[in-house]
């Protein structure tokens, strides 16, 4: 049982992050205000780790098994609609995923570790940077301190809005799907609006590829060919009403639970583009961003989470389905055993990334307890 001191200190830390909020690649006080609170409350021996992230370890001298878990640190460019005192200070930015609940649940399990020391082997939390972009955990991976570093077990969390609070979500094999974005620019030549046959306009090419991913998308999650592809972005030429465009560009974010049916797919619409571009004599230039591998939870490290809600006394949910959105904690787990866990955030709870979303405090000691006994059945 967690005593209302330690609680009330959390939760205050929460707050001060939620009201500090900072995007991918740029959580420099963010960082420094999880170093210092480390310095502060804990034993751990503290190294950063890629620009932005912090790594917190504890050793026992003992072997035993060496086990991470990772919370998530970054905002999102997102106005907050909230007029709480804790809403965010940063005009455009805030905290919509969560990511600063993930972080104080690091913060107050580091506190915990401190006082009860393992008994073997090693535990390491990774406070991540670069979550919401698809580039931190592929940073973490190719840092230098962290390709010395042993792993046994990966584990993490998110909290997840719709579920009752304090209910774990659990799933074997895909948690998450296969997320990434494609950009398509054509370039072709501007005209006069009266002669748009002197020039090369991309609109029905653009026309072409949103019917396309109309056409290829199977929005079913019951289905393993699930695909989705959805159009987030489309611009084409300038409010110049006698010019005919020249140039457009359009994206998209596919997502599939299959790495063989996003590979396919992704194959089929860059050969469409390919032929749509050329049909109407445009340049066509493709890049992809923000890809999220699917996070494979690997059917021990799920037992390990039963486990712990069971002996926390935490309803256990099973999702029958993977979470449709991407989590770049996936590149762990190809490389870990591991797995991710929900956390219910509350039936009423406004959606991730919805401008009046809150991280719930309730769930911190949830979240806490969850890892702390997941370390010690490991230990």
């Not at 998530?72 to 460019?77: C, E, K, N, V």
């Not at 962290?146 to 792993?151: D, R, S, V």
């Not at 340049?283 to 712990?308: C, E, G, L, R």
């Given at each position: ?11 205050a ?14 959580e420099v006080?963010?960082q420094?205000g999880?170093?210092r609170?480390?310095?502060n409350?804990?034993n751990?021996v ?9 790594l ?8 035993g098994?060496a086990?991470?878990?990772?919370g998530?640190i ?13 809403r ?30 393992i ?5 390491m939390l ?8 698809g580039?931190?955990?592929k ?19 998110h ?35 009266a ?20 056409k ?7 289905s393993?060919?699930?695909f989705?592809?959805t ?24 997502r ?9 797919k ?10 749509v ?7 066509s230039?493709i ?9 494979m ?37 190809q ?5 991710m ?39």
């Amino acid at each position: 049982m967690l005593d209302t001191n330690f609680i009330a200190n959390i939760t205050a830390t929460r707050k001060a992050l939620h009201a500090h909020p900072e995007v991918s690649g740029e959580e420099v006080h963010t960082q420094k205000g999880i170093i210092r609170f480390l310095k502060n409350e804990t034993n751990s021996v503290i190294e950063k780790i890629t620009k932005t992230g912090v790594l917190a370890t504890f050793s026992a001298v003992a072997d035993g098994p060496a086990v991470m878990i990772r919370g998530d640190i970054d905002a999102l460019p997102i106005i907050e609609t909230n007029d709480f005192k804790h809403r965010s200070i940063k005009e455009g930015v805030s905290h919509k995923c969560g990511h600063d609940g993930h972080t104080a649940i690091l913060l107050g399990l580091a506190i915990l570790l401190s006082k009860q020391p393992i008994s073997k082997g090693k535990v390491m939390l990774l406070f991540q940077p670069s979550e919401e972009n698809g580039m931190g955990a592929k940073a973490v991976l190719n840092d230098v301190v962290f390709k010395n570093l042993k792993i046994d077990y990966a584990f993490a969390l998110h909290n997840l809005p719709g579920y009752p609070l304090h209910e774990i979500v659990v799933k074997e094999n895909e948690f998450t799907g296969n997320v990434k974005s494609i950009i398509i620019k054509l370039n072709g030549k501007t005209s006069h609006a009266a002669e748009p046959e002197k020039g090369m306009n991309p609109s029905l090419a653009i026309a072409e590829l949103l019917q396309y991913a109309h056409k290829i998308t199977l929005n079913d999650v019951a289905s393993k060919d699930f695909f989705l592809a959805t159009p987030v972005h489309v611009t084409m030429g300038e409010l110049a009403y006698g010019v005919s465009a020249g140039y457009g560009e359009v994206h998209f974010t596919i997502r599939s639970w299959s790495a063989t049916i996003m590979g396919a797919k992704t194959q089929e619409l860059v050969a469409f583009i390919h032929k749509v571009s050329k049909s109407h004599q445009l340049k066509s230039a493709i890049t992809w961003t923000q890809v999220f591998t699917a996070t494979m939870n690997h059917a021990s490290a799920v037992k390990s989470i039963k486990n712990a809600a069971k002996y926390n006394g935490y309803v256990v949910s099973q999702r029958k389905y993977p979470f449709k959105w991407g989590e770049d904690f996936g590149l762990f787990t190809q490389q870990f055993k591991g797995a991710m866990f929900g956390l219910g955030a509350g039936e009423e709870t406004p959606a991730l990334h919805n401008p009046d979303y809150d991280f719930p405090d309730e769930v911190l000691p949830t979240g806490i307890n969850m890892f702390l006994e997941i370390i010690k059945s490991l230990n």
